[in-house]
């Protein structure tokens, strides 16, 4: 069975950091590429980062110098370090993992940022 469980989130104040960590199980992801997306409350789900298997990386604007995605392939992990965060920031974030299309989504976890 193939699950993506996140973990990190948390209350923090603004210009604070946090760092979200994503595991994949039930198979290798070495080959698929892997994304955060977060969705605010009546907001629509954004793509926030993402990473290719070969290491090509995404960001969206607003988080683009403040966010960094990265992976272990070794460990079928990957991060999101969120850094500068603002009460913008605030959602649910979800990990994705797809070949094409994100296939496979975990259940996400919140955060929170205070001003």
């Known amino acids: 069975q193939v699950q993506l469980v996140e973990s990190g989130g948390g209350l923090v104040q603004a210009g604070g950091s946090l760092r979200l960590s994503c595991v994949a199980s039930g198979r290798t992801f070495n080959s698929y590429r892997m994304g955060w997306y977060r969705q605010a409350p009546g907001a629509q789900r954004e793509l926030v980062a993402a990473i290719s298997s070969d290491g090509k990386i995404y960001y969206g604007d607003s988080v683009k110098g403040r966010f960094t995605i990265s992976r272990d392939y070794a460990k079928n992990r990957v991060y999101l370090q969120m850094n500068r965060l603002n009460p913008e920031d605030t959602a649910v974030y979800y990990c994705?993992?797809?070949?094409?299309?994100?296939?496979?989504w975990g259940q996400g976890t919140q955060v929170t940022v205070s001003s």
């Open positions: 994705a993992a797809g070949l094409g299309t994100y296939d496979y």
